[in-house]
């Protein structure tokens, strides 16, 4: 299973951008979906998460201000970002816990993605 995640950049303080998570192999479910983020010089943290019955949760940091969505048919998760503030700054990381058949067994495995720059700067 591959996860890759596009849609990084840079914007002015403000200004939005849509990140996506394009989920590839051999995939039975995604049962939840998340977008982690990490600063220079920082611990990795946990963004915003979603679940397979749709369910959300943010950071305190981010609610109001980032949403996260899943396209099951496309195995793909977004995290649309408003009103993007300097302290937005960091890579930012899809994680997915994905069912496979292994052994003729349903199981579950974490995977992640390679990583998206965001920066947000005037």
């Known amino acids: 299973v591959q996860l890759v995640e596009s849609g990084g950049g840079s914007v002015q303080p403000g200004g939005s951008l849509r990140l996506s998570c394009a989920a590839s192999?051999?995939?039975?479910?995604?049962?939840?979906m998340y977008w982690y983020r990490q600063a220079p010089g920082m611990e990795r943290d946990l963004v915003a998460s979603?679940?397979?019955?749709?369910?959300?949760n943010y950071a305190d940091s981010v609610k109001g201000r980032f949403t996260i969505s899943r396209d099951n048919a496309k195995n793909t998760g977004h995290l649309q970002m408003n009103s993007l503030e300097p302290e937005d700054t960091a890579v930012y990381y899809c994680?997915?816990?994905?069912?496979?058949?292994?052994?003729?067994?349903?199981?579950?495995?974490?995977?992640w993605g390679q990583g998206t720059q965001v920066t947000v700067s005037s």
């Open positions: 994680n997915a816990e994905i069912g496979q058949i292994t052994a003729g067994r349903l199981l579950t495995f974490s995977y």
């Open positions: 192999g051999s995939i039975v479910s995604i049962n939840a």
């Open positions: 979603i679940r397979d019955d749709g369910s959300t």
